[in-house]
């Protein structure tokens, strides 16, 4: 074990404790208490970003039930770093929209892509309200602006002005300097909050503040409050128990990890097959993930863990031989129908036990507890391949991934299904309990 792996994964450790984050906020609270007024959210819209389409619809409602002062900026360049495969997020985006805007009852895109001409347009608006934005925003003219842009509606041409461009360079650079990436989010007090998947954290945060001027609640819990609902077993067509859910998976992706915990829960919870479908890290593909990104998802990942109740801080990065090892095992453990315990010990290891899965002590502890032999594991490591011998099936598993219409990790499918991220199991469930012929209140 190298002293930087040592290292790190304390590091890791440490920045994920609930002691640090108490104190983070703490001292947000002493900075608010010497400022005079309300604290203050700030909100980053993108016009074409379907997800800046919701999350404006519902803002006027958040800013009727906490008392905090708002004030939005507007974007338009997606960083290039930051999203791998731009083509394919923004079509998984539209469908996804649609999905969560059904959830919430909300207004969801008509068209699958504005013309570039339409979203200079409609940025423009936005702009313009930016600059004559009062302590108030006016909520309304904002979602009208989306609306218009969605549903197809024509507007007059009219390039940005000299004084729009400066701002909308200014607000990027403000994004980029304040450690984020993507529109569609909040940020209050050092802490963001993306699209309609991160409210319940804002909600929960503002109503420990009391900062709620209603009863305090959390609305935005909808993808995950009826996880794994109830039924009677009698309800169910065996006959269509016989189709899987499978999952794409990273062995390096936090993200990963909490899709897999909470997909082989679901699986056994309606007694279907799972399958599971392993593929490359990006960074091992030779893509990059840029530090403001990996700082994000991991804090993010980690109060996504504790909302579900899993470990997550104690992280052993496995990036290399972690992953090869791990990989070289699998066909092993399936071969000896251990493959989804030994991907979750695994899993569990490297996210939450600081587990370094390099080692020969780290991986026979995860070989073991999954019910493997760890003297036939070594054995398949000592061979000559065992670092290529997977790397075909790996990339086949990526290239499934492609064809269902996701780049990246979690994928879940079911079906005809396939949604991208773990935040997306709701709709695996409904899916999940339309085919097997269940009905829900």
Known sequence: MSLKNHIQRHAARALSSRTLKRVKRTIWQARQALMAGQPQVDVWL?????????????????QQDYAVNWRFRVIATLQDDMYPEPEMWQRNAVLDAGLLASLYQL????IDQPSIAQVEVATGRLLQLQQTESQI????????????????????????TSEQQALLARN?????????????????????????????????RLNDLKLNSTEPKVYFDKTYADFCRAFEPSEINPEH?????????SARSPYSYLGLERSVKLAQHYGIPFELKPVLPMIMRGLTVPDSKKFYIFGDTKREADKFGLDYGFVADPLGAGVQRCYALFD??????????????????????????????????IVERAGLNWTKAAAILAQDDWQTAWLDWAEANRLE????????????????????????IEFIEQAIRRHLGLKDD
């Open 401 to 424: 991934m492609i064809e269902q219409g996701q780049w990246g990790v979690p994928s879940i499918r079911y079906g005809d299904l396939t949604v991208w991220g773990q935040d997306r």
């Open 46 to 62: 993108r016009a074409d970003d379907p997800y800046s389409y919701l999350l404006a619809q519902v803002l006027p409602q958040l």
């Open 332 to 365: 092993y453990a399936r071969s000896q129908a251990k493959e989804v315990d030994f991907m979750l010990s695994f899993a569990r290891a490297v996210n939450a036990e600081g587990i370094m899965a390099e080692t020969d002590s780290g991986m026979k502890k």
């Open 137 to 160: 925003p006016d909520w309304q003219a904002v979602i009208a602006v989306f609306q218009d842009l969605w549903s197809g509606t024509a507007q007059e041409a009219q390039p940005l």
């Open 241 to 249: 128990q016989s189709q899987p859910l499978t999952l794409y998976f």
């Open 107 to 110: 207004q969801a895109p008509e």
């Open 172 to 204: 990027e650079a403000q994004l980029l300097n304040d450690g984020h990436y993507l529109s569609a989010t909040l940020k209050f007090q050092g802490e963001w909050y993306w699209g309609l998947d991160r409210l319940d954290h804002f909600e929960q």
